[in-house]
Nanobody
Framework: QVQLVESGGGLVQAGGSLRLSCAAS????????MGWFRQTPGKEREFVAA????????YYADSVKGRFTISRDNAENTVYLQMNSLKPEDTAVYYC????????????????????WGQGTQVTVSS
């Protein structure tokens, strides 16, 4: 059974850093592009970052560009999200997602094409 398990969330002061991890049991992990999304209550899910299957291409939402870094370790079946200079507006539940390997485009900002999702990890940034 496919599982994506996020960890690393928590409470941090504004300006601080957190590193999220997403451990994947997907056998095709090295062929899955991966993404991070976030959601706050009452709001739509928001794209954060994506990385292609080799890890040599990344894409970020404008709101996190220059502060967040997505990376992956295919040997460990893990994708990471390093979050620096955190702001209160970054507070959300963060989800990792695995993209279908049969799609020609390696990311989507709408969530379309991501076939596996984790359960989420809460990130709270205090002012």
């Amino acid at each position: 059974q496919v599982q994506l398990v996020e960890s690393g969330g928590g409470l941090v002061q504004a300006g601080g850093s957190l590193r999220l991890s997403c451990a994947a049991s997907v056998r095709t992990f090295s062929r899955n592009a991966m993404g991070w999304f976030r959601q706050t209550p009452g709001k739509e899910r928001e794209f954060v970052a994506a990385i292609n299957m080799r890890g040599d291409s990344t894409y970020y939402a404008d709101s996190v560009k220059g502060r967040f870094t997505i990376s992956r370790d295919n040997a460990e079946n893990t994708v990471y999200l390093q979050m620096n200079s955190l702001k209160p507006e970054d507070t959300a539940v963060y989800y990792c997602a695995a993209r279908s390997p049969v799609l020609s485009d390696w990311y989507s900002t709408t969530g379309t094409g991501y076939i596996h999702w984790g359960q989420g990890t809460q990130v709270t940034v205090s002012s």
